[in-house]
């Protein structure tokens, strides 16, 4: 049965579309000049107006993309307005900035929040995985391999600014003779989970929305085996 889509969703099409050329247009597909000019000119390649839109491209885009879709999903007001004022409130921080300072609490917190986090969500998931069926399994596996590849991912990143590479601490690195190739080969390692954690994030996505399309249309079996 076909659905009349509204104004406020073809407008939150429009917002999301806008988003997602601002992050994958500006803050993509330019990186490949600013780098390389960032490489000869340092922040002088960056430090225009152009510059710092390019460098709120992707957080900025972010927010834009989610307005966007919440406006097309259709989401209660309060949502759409948080998200807005998410979104004044990132943008005065990124301005802003947070501290010129190090803070080893502020890691060491931060790590033991995500450490937690990923406990919850792993005993969650293991909690529900046996009320769930066939396919629906399968997307929250999916979604559970990501998160995986995620927590992994925020452990490499404290050894490249911490105590491994000290990244944050160039006397320290220097002091110890940490090859560069060290932190070139983690930060590689970094960039690979990442990437599997948001690919496993969104085809667990996928199957689960599948799942959830074909109960809402009886007799319609979802394509996709998975055993129990």
Request: charged residues 10%; contains cysteine; glycine residues 10%.
């Amino acid at each position: 049965m076909h659905r009349t889509t509204s104004t406020v969703e073809r407008i939150g099409w429009v917002i999301f579309t806008i988003g997602a050329v601002y992050m994958f247009g500006l803050g993509w597909l330019r990186s490949w000049w600013v780098v390389p000019a960032a490489n000869q000119l340092g922040p002088d390649a960056y430090s225009s107006l152009l510059g710092f839109i390019w460098a709120l491209s992707v957080p900025l885009g972010a927010f834009i993309v989610a307005i966007g879709a919440a406006l097309a999903a259709r989401v209660e007001r309060r949502v759409v307005w948080l998200l807005i004022l998410l979104l004044v409130l990132f943008t005065a921080w990124r301005i802003a900035g947070t501290t010129g300072q190090m803070i080893p609490a502020l890691f060491g917190i931060g790590g033991g929040l995500i450490t937690l986090f990923f406990l919850a969500t792993t005993w969650e998931w293991a909690r529900t995985r046996p009320t769930l069926s066939g396919v629906a399994k399968t997307g929250s596996d999916l979604s559970m391999l990501g998160r995986i590849f995620f927590v992994v991912a925020a452990w490499d990143l404290c050894g490249i600014f911490g105590i491994a590479r000290y990244v944050l601490r160039p006397e320290l690195a220097d002091k110890f003779s940490i090859p560069i190739s060290s932190t070139i080969n983690a930060a590689s390692g970094v960039m690979v989970l990442l990437v599997l954690g948001w690919g496993c994030t969104y085809f667990g996505q996928l199957v689960s929305y599948r799942v959830s399309m074909a109960k809402s249309e009886p007799g319609k079996v979802p394509q996709l085996a998975a055993g129990d």
